[in-house]
């Protein structure tokens, strides 16, 4: 199982970046995918999840209006969509999953974000003018 995020970097604030998750390894029809935030300071908490056979997705109330997850199972690929950024959306971002617990799990607050067992490397993402 290899999850690998990109797409990071610097935007201005009420800027857009798009973030890629590159599964591998495993099927995103049978397992869902989260994107995860970890500010300097702050507890990693989630940002975003699709789940597995649905497709529903959740968002933090932080972000809701504002990211769209999005997946394109034939590549299995995993995008969050980030548009009008602010300054307190800079983090590192993670994109992660585990074959137990579903990640919108965590999203909605229901379990804690170590609950995930795989998790790709992270791409920083820094919103500054």
């Known amino acids: 199982v290899q999850l690998q995020a990109s797409g990071g970097g610097l935007a201005q604030p009420g800027g857009s970046l798009r973030l890629s998750c590159r599964a591998s390894?495993?099927?995103?029809?049978?397992?869902?995918i989260g994107w995860f935030r970890e500010a300097p300071g702050k507890e990693r908490e989630g940002v975003s999840c699709i789940s597995s056979s649905s497709g529903s997705t959740s968002y933090a109330d932080s972000v809701q209006g504002r990211f769209t997850i999005s997946r394109d199972r034939a590549k299995n690929l995993v995008y969050l969509q980030m548009n009008s950024l602010k300054p307190e959306d800079t983090a590192v971002y993670y994109c992660?999953?585990?074959?137990?617990?579903?990640?919108?799990?965590?999203?909605?607050?229901?379990?804690?974000?170590?609950?995930?067992?795989?998790w790709g490397q992270g791409t920083q993402v820094t919103v500054s003018s």
């Open positions: 390894g495993f099927d995103l029809d049978y397992h869902g």
């Open positions: 992660a999953t585990d074959f137990e617990t579903d990640p919108c799990a965590v999203v909605r607050g229901m379990k804690r974000y170590y609950a995930m067992d795989f």
